[in-house]
């Protein structure tokens, strides 16, 4: 039997061979011929991943990054035909008007919604511009309250702001107190000058006076600073019993190392929102300065398999598992759980489906979730102190994994 | 007269632009241009045909910027009217900087060192009162159409800026042309030789700071209206200052086209680095730091400057070639 070579120049063996693997290819492999087909999301993530706060961006990047790697070996988006999500990344430098000026492009480009911004700046200018398209918006770590404050229908936050956070924290730090005998009497805030550090030392200020401890003295630094002496000078002249700082992670870092070298000795260091009291770098590099500072911040639940699973996972892509990378994560994962709900990308109905979010959050400290204009109010921070060089829950009780050590020094 | 008709066909050009480009990604780049070219303009008026180099124009940009948010959010007052006000106490404030240094004869690096202090001092003001809304900074409430000066479509705030820019062009142009601009660049060249033939050095710099101070301060403005929020480090930190001056020296400071050369260049190479490779993050920042580098280097008048030696070759070279 000799080969025919058909018209074209495809042998006749050759031929019945291709159309057998086609039809083979038709019978098993056709689902996931389909899943391939279908048109990938397109989520944006804009962060300040070169500018003075490369650090946090690139943590928030990565901690998207790892969410969207999760979801697509998951399956992708299934109401949607396992459609993959897709990242289309962005540098905001670290400033609003080219976080805004991205906004514009990736919403021009057919984005179906957006991560962004870290810093509360960049987040208002992102969320606002997002908003003439309607583009879904999720912010990740900006606390101001004001992002979710203006009435923009397509901005959402899954973790808390930082008038929840400033209540927590005093009410926290109250309980704490007042377990202990109320030793500590008088406070002193240090904080960075942005909107974070100024607009958190405010809620303070207005708020502990009400728990019995007065406010003797608030400092503002710029941000860079590159010498606390003067400021940790005042607060030895000032001998106040708590200390409470809110900066961002370089600041805070060399706060509390010229606090130790100045030897100063108060009853509490008691951050909210330490850019580096709840952060393992500066745990496992300043043992010594970091040892029983207490913070209220953002947090995983340490009693969360899944949370610990996620730890792991960072850990071992070489990640410090910072709350950039784990609200990151979540915003991701609620975004893409409100494109599955909608089992579609259009803008009105995925801003629809966040805003009815009930989305589970076990692997955070929270409650159940539940949206309002845009925020989830089930979300709160949690108090950590640093114990043995280990990070660990001290409150609320039902996520706590150690006990307080308050005050300072027995 | 040739100058002014090549300067109104440039401006009659970027006045179709919103005809022309109906993306809105783009129509932001071209913003983003006229407005860096806006801020080089008004610091080359000063610094470029006036010789004072101020590090501190983000003063009056920021009370422009601070002027109208202030006036909407905590007294309800128009934008419209706030426009006016930021641009004369942006005036003001450059009156009074003007005074305090030219009065004392504070030149070269001691002018641009207090220029820097000034600004810096009302950073920390304006991060300090509360009216300001301190370092939480001032949100201004979305309000889109034109009477609140929030336009509904980008083109609506590019012929805003386009109008302004075009005015500060036309000011940079009558400098260059009228009796005012040459003891201006007299005094640039040669102060003491300059009050010896009767031209009084401090209110003919004192002029330049306010024109300077105006259209910085007309640029806040717009800045605060298009993006709608403010804090005390965009306002008054140090980032518009160094734009302000970067874009004439980079086009060519005491010239008419400089400042828009600078910022197209400026502007172009920053798009261009974050377009090819931008997802590797400050790879973008460190080549457009290299090409500026290379720029000055290189072209030390500027691009301005650039243009005129290559002109002026070609025109040696086509009478060389009709000699011959």
């Not at chain 1, 290819?25 to 500018?51: C, D, E, N, W």
């Not at chain 2, 004072?52 to 124009?57: A, M, N, T």
């Not at chain 2, 004369?88 to 404030?93: D, I, K, S, W, Y």
């Not at chain 2, 008048?301 to 025109?315: D, E």
Request: aromatic share 10%.
């Amino acid at each position: 039997m000799t080969d025919k070579t058909l018209k074209g120049g495809l042998r006749r063996r050759d031929f019945l061979a291709t159309g057998a693997a086609a039809f083979a290819l038709g019978v098993t492999g056709f689902p996931a011929v389909l899943r391939a087909q279908a048109t990938p999301v397109k989520i944006g993530l804009i962060h300040p991943v070169s500018g003075f706060v490369a650090f946090s961006g690139n943590q928030c990047r990565e901690g998207a990054l790892m969410a969207i790697a999760d979801i697509n070996a998951a399956g992708g988006i299934k109401s949607m035909g396992g459609a993959m999500v897709e990242a289309v990344l962005a540098d905001s430098q670290g400033k609003p008007e080219i976080g805004a000026a991205e906004v514009t492009k990736m919403a021009e480009a057919g984005i179906d919604g957006i991560v962004a911004g870290y810093a509360s700046s960049i987040s208002l200018a992102t969320s606002q511009e997002a908003a003439k398209t309607n583009t879904p918006h999720v912010v990740d770590v900006g606390v101001s309250d004001q992002i979710v404050q203006r009435g923009l229908a397509n901005t959402f936050r899954f973790g808390p702001g930082y008038g929840k956070i400033a209540d927590f924290a005093v009410d926290n730090l109250d309980t704490i107190n007042k377990a202990a005998g109320s030793p500590a009497k008088t406070a002193m805030i240090i904080h960075e000058e942005s909107l974070f550090g100024t607009g958190t030392a405010g809620l303070l200020q207005k708020r502990l006076p009400e728990k019995g401890i007065e406010v003797i003295d608030i400092i503002k630094h710029a941000n860079p600073t590159r010498d606390f002496t003067n400021i940790v000078l005042q607060i030895k002249s000032q001998k106040p019993d708590l200390i409470i700082p809110a900066n961002y992670y370089n600041e805070y870092v060399l706060l509390a190392r010229t606090m130790r070298q100045q030897r100063i000795e108060a009853k509490g260091i008691y951050s909210v929102l330490g850019g580096a009291a709840s952060n393992y770098q500066f745990v496992n590099e300043f043992p010594e300065a970091a040892d029983l500072i207490m913070d209220c911040n953002h947090w995983f639940n340490p009693k969360s398999d899944v949370a610990l699973q996620r730890k792991a996972a960072a850990e071992a892509k070489g990640l410090i598992y910072t709350y950039e990378v784990f609200l990151a994560y979540n915003a991701v994962l609620g975004l893409v759980d409100a494109i599955e709900r909608a089992g579609s990308t259009d803008k009105d109905a995925v801003n629809a489906a966040l805003a009815a979010s009930e989305m589970d959050m076990s692997y955070m400290p929270y409650g159940a979730t539940k949206m309002v204009d845009g925020q989830n109010e089930g979300a709160q921070p949690v108090n950590t102190q640093v114990q043995n060089g280990e990070i660990e829950v001290i409150f609320p009780a039902e996520f706590a994994s150690a006990e307080t050590v308050f005050p300072m020094g027995g | 007269m040739r100058q002014l008709a090549l300067l109104g066909l440039v401006f009659a050009a970027l006045f179709t632009v919103p005809f022309v480009v109906e993306s809105e990604s783009w129509r932001t780049t071209i913003i983003m241009t006229l407005y860096a070219a806006l801020l080089g303009q008004a610091w080359n008026i000063l610094g470029g045909y006036g010789g004072q180099f101020s590090f501190g124009h983000a003063a009056f940009f920021g009370t422009g910027a601070y002027t109208v948010a202030v006036l909407q959010v905590q007294f309800g007052i128009n934008p419209w009217l706030g426009l006016v006000a930021g641009g004369a106490l942006a005036v003001g404030v450059a009156a009074f900087i003007g005074f305090t240094t030219f009065r004392y004869g504070l030149r070269g690096s001691y002018f641009a060192l207090v220029t820097l202090a000034f600004a810096e001092v009302l950073r920390i003001l304006s991060n300090t009162v509360p009216f300001t809304g301190a370092g939480v900074g001032i949100l201004i409430p979305l309000d889109p159409g034109a009477a609140s000066l929030q336009f509904t479509s980008k083109a609506g705030f590019y012929w805003l800026l386009w109008a302004i820019t075009l005015a500060a062009f036309l000011t940079a142009w009558w400098i260059g042309h009228s009796r005012f601009g040459a003891r201006l660049m007299a005094v640039r060249d040669n102060e003491d030789a300059a009050r010896a033939l009767g031209v009084d050095p401090f209110r003919v710099k004192m002029r330049a700071i306010m024109l300077s101070g105006l259209f910085s301060g007309l640029a806040g403005v717009f800045y605060a209206q298009f993006f709608l929020y403010l804090d005390p480090g965009i306002a008054y930190g140090p980032a518009v200052s160094v734009e302000s001056l970067l874009v004439p020296i980079v086009g060519g400071m005491g010239t008419l086209f400089g400042p828009l050369l600078g910022a197209v260049a400026l502007h172009a190479v920053s798009e261009v680095t974050r377009e090819v490779i931008g997802d590797l993050p400050g790879i973008s920042l460190v080549i457009y730091g290299t090409i500026l580098v290379i720029m000055v280097l290189f072209a030390p008048r500027g691009l301005s400057g650039l243009v005129s030696r290559l002109t002026a070759r070609m025109r040696r070279t086509a009478e060389g070639d009709r000699h011959a």
